[in-house]
């Protein structure tokens, strides 16, 4: 079965850090562009970063710029998103997509969807 797994989703106070993970089972993610998006109650996807697959393009938010760090082990066949200085507004259900095409993924046309991990920033 081909599929990605979101992990690593919880519950932090602001200024906390969590770190997500998007691992492929049933297909080599090596060849594929990934990215993050989320979805918070009440408003539409939006994307959050992306990497192609040799990591040579990297896209990020503005709302997460300097906060986040995206990342890929293709060995481990898993990418990360690194969220420091969490804040109340990055609540929401994170996803990661995988393509083909780093335009297409960005573009929130990818070939494979996760399910999703909450994210939660709260005092």
């Known amino acids: 079965q081909l599929q990605l797994v979101e992990s690593g989703g919880g519950s932090v106070q602001p200024g906390g850090s969590l770190r997500l993970s998007c691992a492929a089972s049933?297909?080599?993610?090596?060849?594929?562009?990934i990215g993050w998006f989320r979805q918070a109650p009440g408003k539409e996807r939006e994307k959050v970063s992306g990497i192609s697959s040799r990591s040579i393009t990297i896209y990020y938010a503005d709302a997460v710029k300097g906060r986040f760090t995206i990342s890929r082990d293709n060995a481990k066949n898993t990418v990360y998103l690194q969220m420091n200085s969490l804040r109340p507004e990055d609540t929401a259900v994170y996803f990661c997509?995988?393509?083909?095409?780093?335009?297409?993924?960005?573009?929130?046309?990818?070939?494979?969807w996760g399910q999703g991990t909450q994210v939660t920033v709260s005092s």
């Open positions: 049933g297909f080599n993610l090596d060849s594929y562009a």
């Open positions: 997509a995988a393509a083909k095409s780093y335009f297409k993924c960005l573009a929130g046309q990818p070939d494979y």
